[in-house]
T-cell receptor
Framework: NAGVTQTPKFQVLKTGQSMTLQCAQD?????MYWYRQDPGMGLRLIYY???????DKGEVPNGYNVSRLNKREFSLRLESAAPSQTSVYFC????????????FGPGTRLTVT | DAKTTQPNSMESNEEEPVHLPCNHS???????IHWYRQLPSQGPEYVIH???SNVNNRMASLAIAEDRKSSTLILHRATLRDAAVYYC??????????FGGGTRLMVKP
């Protein structure tokens, strides 16, 4: 099993550009999450999806949109990137039975200039 | 959400036990105590969790104070691969984890 995969690994955007971060999991998990981690800080939840077809805002949703494409895939879209969105983005997933145990992907390092 | 307080950093010698403390004086009765760790340049990794009783697994032990206002993550024999940031997190809603600053553990050979 690959676990949680994220693409791309690195991305540089100019202010105002848009992009979509992709995340997929092969563990048949119901719940998926997007976090961001700024330098020297802990992770903050952007959005999560408790099950296919549902999404909910986390702590810092402004400037982002998400799509739960199917049970495996959960994408994060930046419509108009800003320098404040420079961060490392982590996707995670968890099962309904063990929702406390989240499995994280390797992260996408995004720089907005 | 109830808040946790952890030391910013700790040092340990290789092959010695490490006790990582966490204070959570405003914990509610339904909050579980979770520990995650984040190795350099990786995503966080689940370590252990508990509610009231002490817990053991293959990675670590979790000791929870009787009043639940503090807990300690115990690594029985630290290795160089245990150098990471350790996060103590309270959670009762299942889905939302709130990561604080964590404790950066440095392991000396």
């Amino acid at each position: 099993n690959a676990g949680v995969t994220q693409t791309p690994k690195f991305q540089v955007l100019k202010t105002g550009q848009s992009m979509t971060l992709q995340c997929a999991q092969d563990m048949n998990h119901n719940s998926m999450y997007w976090y961001r981690q700024d330098p020297g800080m802990g992770l903050r939840l952007i959005y999560y999806s408790a099950s296919e077809g549902t999404t909910d805002k986390g702590e810092v949703p402004n400037g982002y949109n998400v799509s739960r494409l199917n049970k495996r895939e959960f994408s994060l879209r930046l419509e108009s990137a800003a320098p404040s969105q420079t961060s490392v983005y982590f996707c995670a997933s968890s099962s309904r039975r063990s929702s406390y145990e989240q499995y994280f992907g390797p992260g996408t390092r995004l720089t907005v200039t | 959400d109830a808040k946790t307080t952890q030391p910013n950093s700790m040092e340990s010698n290789e092959e010695e036990p490490v006790h990582l403390p966490c204070n959570h004086s405003t914990i509610s009765g339904t909050d579980y105590i979770h520990w995650y760790r984040q190795l350099p340049s990786q995503g966080p990794e689940y370590v252990i969790h508990g509610l009231t009783s002490n817990v053991n697994n293959r990675m670590a032990s979790l000791a929870i104070a009787e009043d639940r206002k503090s807990s300690t993550l115990i690594l029985h024999r630290a290795t160089l691969r245990d150098a990471a940031v350790y996060y103590c997190i309270l959670n009762n809603a299942g889905n939302m984890l709130t990561f604080g600053g964590g404790t950066r553990l440095m392991v000396k050979p």
